[in-house]
């Protein structure tokens, strides 16, 4: 089939690239000549594993093609993705400025038939908006569908999670639109869920709500736990074989970070507040999260006689395998140790020069072991594979003080004592 994509952040290069790779012919759309220069010549402004192959092999077999003519490309489309951002506003409200202004720019040049798809999250009964504008420039003029098909992408590992979903869910109003989605996905073999708009737009807010409330419980938990001297990763193991529960996102740490998790969160409430539900619960998953970050904050000043002193900090990324540090636990943590004057030292694999956009002075080392040269603390922020086989006899010799601060429960406490470190994890204990 003929797809257009308009919007080639995370979530529209993937779909691009991933529809490519089964066969449909996409045409990927950016309104910045630049960003569409950069990705026709083959370079990717996104570090996401993977990637690079997937596009080149698809651009070599003219299979994907890149522009800023959102005309042309949206009147040969069958298949019209919109994928723009949707950030949160200051008030926690989604901005839609752009899915709106989407609508409003393709609407006049839609062919006959043609199916909108919106990727991006948004909130429940945008889809029907968009039919609406849709519907005031070319009232009955053609025949079209707007569906609802949210993207469960996980950052790191995207083009694995858009080539293997768990599931694919379609809302529409009617079952044409749910005819031509089912012909696009048609090489998946997983299910497909074919609902309402609302119920699709729904889906993908209370799947990442939930994720995010996993993952609160299980730092909640790692906080009692520590004041019960039980180890936090064996709750986590023993409730995660419970095929109810299952082991993923059970891992207690610093919390959540990222462009999803915070944003649809607050979306979720922002919305029950406007339908009247004070929804508390979610409320409660924000507090635990952000008071995670507080607690790694105290547990490196305990360390520092009089607050004074340097910290090296392993890891800037929200997560491993990406280089986005939007909403990282480390910012947080990284400002409130230098509002206390302590000197900062970091090293993390991918984020180089992009650290600067969220933190100033900070020494962001070329290598890791320069950044823990001299310190008083090492924290851990970002559970990294390279974090996980340091020499650390050899950081022994560079440390001013032996103190391991692990955000992330990723290193072995008892490791670490043998080579005469002190080591508080999150929920950890070490015998
Ligand atoms: C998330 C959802 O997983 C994805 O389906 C959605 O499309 C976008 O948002 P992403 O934010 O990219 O994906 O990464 P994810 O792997 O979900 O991690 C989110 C945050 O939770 C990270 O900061 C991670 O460190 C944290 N996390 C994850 C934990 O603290 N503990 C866990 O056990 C798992």
Not at 309 to 318: I, K, M, Q, R, T
Request: charged share 25%; with cysteine.
């Amino acid at each position: 089939m003929k797809v257009s994509i308009v919007g080639t952040g995370y979530v529209g290069l993937i779909t691009g690239c991933c529809l490519s790779e089964i066969g449909h012919v996409v045409t990927c759309i950016d309104k910045d000549p630049n960003k569409i220069q950069q990705l026709q010549n083959g370079n990717i402004p996104i570090y996401e594993p993977d990637l690079d192959s997937i596009l080149k092999k698809n651009m070599e077999s003219n299979r994907l093609f890149f522009t800023d003519d959102i005309i042309g490309a949206v009147r040969a489309a069958e298949v019209i993705f919109i994928a723009v951002g949707t950030p949160m506003s200051e008030s926690g409200d989604v901005d839609l400025t752009s899915v709106y202004a989407v609508a409003n720019d393709i609407a006049p040049y839609l062919n006959n038939n043609v199916t909108i798809a919106i990727k991006s999250t948004v909130p429940v009964g945008t889809c029907e908006e968009i039919n609406k504008i849709i519907r005031s420039f070319r009232g009955e003029e053609i025949v079209y569908n707007v569906v609802s098909n949210p993207e469960f992408l996980r950052e790191g590992s995207a083009v694995y999670d858009a080539m293997n979903p768990d599931r694919i869910i379609i809302g529409s109003t009617d079952q044409r639109g749910l005819d031509v989605m089912k012909q696009l996905y048609n090489k998946y073999n997983c299910p497909i869920i074919e609902t309402t708009l609302n119920a699709s737009e729904m889906i993908k807010y209370a799947s990442n709500a939930f994720l995010a409330t996993k993952i609160s419980f299980i730092n909640a938990m790692s906080n009692l736990c520590e004041k019960l001297d039980v180890d936090i990763t064996m709750i986590s193991k023993g409730i995660g074989l419970d095929k109810r529960i299952g082991p993923h996102f059970l891992n207690a740490g610093v919390g959540y970070g990222g462009s999803c998790f915070p944003k649809d969160v607050k979306a979720l409430i922002t919305a029950a507040k406007e339908e009247g539900y004070d929804f508390k619960l979610l409320k409660e998953v924000e507090e635990v999260n952000a008071s995670q970050r507080k607690i790694i904050v105290q547990k490196v000043l305990k360390y520092l006689l009089n607050k004074q002193g340097s910290v090296g900090v392993l890891g800037l990324a929200f997560k491993p395998n990406t280089d986005d540090m939007r909403e990282a636990p480390s910012i947080f943590v990284i400002k409130q140790l230098q509002e206390h004057g302590i000197e900062i030292k970091a090293y993390d694999p991918i984020v180089k020069e992009q650290v600067y956009n969220h933190i100033t002075n900070i020494k962001n080392c070329k290598e890791v072991y320069g950044a823990l040269e001299g310190v008083d603390v090492i924290v851990l922020m970002t559970e990294w594979p390279i974090f996980l086989e340091l020499d650390w006899e050899k950081i022994s010799g560079l440390v001013r003080k032996k103190v391991v601060i692990d955000a992330r429960n990723a290193l072995n406490p008892m490791m670490l004592k043998n080579y005469g470190f002190i080591y508080e994890g999150m929920g950890r204990v070490i015998n």
